[in-house]
C-alpha cells in the first residue's frame, strides 16, 4: 500500500487514520465491527467517502457495538437509510446487521470475534476470503484483504519505509509474527 503511504500523510482526513490506526493490531470487538462496517460500506466508494462519513456512521449505528446493531429492526433499517450522513445502501446496512448477529454467535463458538480471527491465523488471503465469505455477509475479496491489513492480520498497510510501519512493528502484529515464525526478518 506504497500509495497511501505516499498520500496520506498530511492529508487532514487520510492522514491522522494512516498515521493511528490503519495496520495497528485490533482486538476490541466494538473497533472490529466499526473496521469491517466501513470497508462494507467502502465497497465501490472512494475511503475518503467513508472517512469523512465516519462519525456520523458510529453515531447513527450506536458506536458500532455488536448487541445494539444486532438488536436492530426494520424501523431502525428506515432510519438508517434516511439519515444523509451514511452511505445508504440497503444491502450494506442490512449486511453490517446481519453480521452483527454473526459475531454475536461467535461469542458463544469462540470467545468472540477476536478470538475467532486468531484461532484461524495465520491463512493466505484467499483462505482468509473464503472463511469470511462463509461466515459473514458482503464480505467479497477487497473487502476481507482491507479489513485484515488494517487490523494486522495481514501484511501491506504501510511499506517498511514509512514512520507508521515502524510504530506498528514494534507493537508485532500477527502477520508480522508469523512472518518472523516462517523464518523470515523484519527491516529495520
Avoid at 475467532?116 to 473464503?130: C, Y
Wanted: proline share 5%; hydrophobic share 40%.
Amino acid at each position: 500500500m506504497s500509495g497511501y503511504c505516499d498520500a496520506a500523510p498530511g492529508h487532514p482526513i487520510h492522514g491522522p487514520y494512516h498515521d493511528t490506526e490503519y495496520g495497528f493490531p485490533l482486538t476490541d470487538e466494538a473497533q472490529l465491527f466499526d473496521r469491517m462496517s466501513l470497508e462494507i460500506f467502502q465497497a465501490g466508494l472512494s475511503w475518503l467517502i467513508i472517512l469523512r462519513k465516519r462519525p456520523t456512521m458510529v453515531r447513527a449505528f450506536d458506536g458500532f457495538v455488536v448487541d445494539t446493531v444486532a438488536a436492530y429492526r426494520k424501523r431502525d433499517i428506515e432510519r438508517l437509510l434516511k439519515d444523509e450522513g451514511i452511505i445508504r445502501n440497503r444491502r450494506k446496512v442490512e449486511a453490517i446487521i446481519e453480521n452483527a448477529k454473526r459475531i454475536e454467535a461467535l461469542r458463544a463458538s469462540h470467545g468472540g470475534l477476536a478470538k475467532w480471527i486468531a484461532k484461524n491465523h495465520p491463512l493466505d488471503r484467499d483462505a482468509w476470503v473464503k472463511l469470511f465469505r462463509k461466515t459473514f455477509v458482503f464480505m467479497g475479496g477487497e473487502v476481507v484483504g482491507e479489513f485484515l491489513m488494517s487490523v494486522g492480520y495481514l501484511p501491506g498497510a504501510h511499506r517498511d519505509t514509512c514512520p507508521t510501519w515502524k510504530k506498528i512493528a514494534r507493537l508485532n502484529p500477527p502477520w508480522m509474527g508469523q512472518k518472523k515464525r516462517k523464518g523470515g526478518s523484519r527491516k529495520k
